[in-house]
Nanobody
Framework: VQLQASGGGLVRPGGSLRLSCEVS?????????LGWFRQPPGGEREFVAA??????KTYADSLKGRFTIAKGTQNTVSLQMNNLKSEDTAIYYC???????????????????WGQGTLVTVSS
């Protein structure tokens, strides 16, 4: 199973970016979940959002209303990020796991496969 995150870049505060994660080597079923995490410079990796394929979606409380996770074309998931702030600067990772329940979605240890990350820089 391989994950490829893309769509990062430099954006001004208040701008938007859409990240995409393409998963190969696995066809998503309703048992699969995909999550987005981020690691800011000098910081620890933190949960951003996750979704169960054809099921629930969940977000970090601080990001609700600005970030949206959505299913894309086959085996892809996007993360739409609006009204970006400097504190959103981070490497964004996508990850997939099987059999996650909603309450476990924010724990990175429940994800077995990870992509390489894509850098998002929010700066004027």
């Amino acid at each position: 199973v391989q994950l490829q995150a893309s769509g990062g870049g430099l954006v001004r505060p208040g701008g938007s970016l859409r990240l995409s994660c393409e998963v190969s080597g696995r066809t998503f079923t309703t048992s699969d979940a995909l999550g987005w995490f981020r690691q800011p410079p000098g910081g620890e990796r933190e949960f951003v959002a996750a979704m169960r394929w054809n099921g629930w979606k969940t977000y970090a409380d601080s990001l609700k209303g600005r970030f949206t996770i959505a299913k894309g074309t086959q085996n892809t998931v996007s993360l739409q990020m609006n009204n970006l702030k400097s504190e959103d600067t981070a490497i964004y990772y996508c990850a997939t796991g099987r059999g996650l329940i909603l309450s476990s979605a924010s724990n990175e240890r429940n994800y077995g496969y990870w992509g390489q990350g894509t850098l998002v820089t929010v700066s004027s």
